[in-house]
């Protein structure tokens, strides 16, 4: 009964979030100030949320003996690759792509986006991310390698099908530039299949912004 009741309590406070979230996105696309402290609002919520899981898992751990091995479900794992060269350096391209900030340019959904940083002993370090129709989500950078590697998880919202998709983000130093290699990771349950031609789509495309992009502050800043 107190789970139920807890659950029934999160379903409504979750509820709530998302309908703040799309009343921020409206707001910021009017110019209204008070779009950024209502999303402030909603990522307080979203991380208290993410601090009691983990009290209450950490308690849980202490409280209860660990039941006996059960038999895990298959996974299947999916992956993509794609790959592009840059007249860059590295150093350029990261300072580019690492900032959560990174993800607001020009006809992309993402209306606003911030970093929280690591908690000693907790979470790490999580990228927020508000669309322009209010949908909400955060990823966390779970390795990093200044200027050579990130990989990334998404962990909100939480897949109904329970899969997990992982990012990672190579950079290579080569004559002309760097070479960036973005490589996506799905893993389902054993009877579903991730779209691996959406997951190549979305890899090149992101390359190919990446280098409009670079491109467009190197007139930028020829131009200043």
Same mark, same amino acid.
């Given at each position: 009964m107190k789970n139920t009741v807890i659950a029934y309590f999160a379903v409504l406070a979750l509820t709530g979030l998302v309908t703040l979230s799309i009343q921020g996105a409206s707001l910021l696309q009017k110019s209204d100030p008070r779009g950024a402290l209502v999303l402030i609002i909603v990522v307080g919520g979203l991380l208290l949320t993410f601090l009691?899981? $983990? !009290? !209450? #898992?950490?308690?849980?751990?202490?409280?209860v003996q660990p039941p006996k091995a059960a038999k895990m479900p298959g996974v299947r794992t999916t992956a993509t690759t794609s790959t592009a060269d840059y007249d860059f350096s590295p150093a350029v391209v990261w300072s580019t792509i690492r900032p959560a900030e990174a993800a607001i340019v020009d006809g992309s959904n993402v209306a606003y986006a911030f970093? $929280?940083?690591? !908690?000693?002993?907790?979470?790490r370090e999580r990228q927020?991310?508000?669309?322009?129709?209010g949908g909400i989500s955060m990823l966390e950078i779970i390795e990093e390698v200044p200027e050579r590697l990130a990989?990334?998880? #998404? !962990?909100?919202?939480?897949?109904?099908?329970?899969?997990?998709?992982?990012? $990672?983000?190579r950079l290579e130093p080569t004559a002309r530039g760097c070479s960036l290699t973005l490589e996506s990771i799905v893993e389902t349950?054993?009877?579903?299949?991730a779209d691996q031609q959406a997951m190549q789509r979305f890899g090149d495309s992101y390359l190919e912004g990446l280098w409009v992009l670079l491109e467009q502050r190197k007139l930028e800043g020829a131009l200043e």
């Open positions: 009691y899981g $983990v !009290i !209450i #898992s950490r308690t849980a751990r202490v409280k970093t $929280v940083p690591a !908690i000693p002993d907790g979470p927020c991310f508000f669309g322009r129709n990989v990334t998880q #998404s !962990i909100f919202p939480p897949d109904e099908d329970g899969a997990s998709t992982k990012t $990672v983000y349950p054993d009877f579903l299949m």
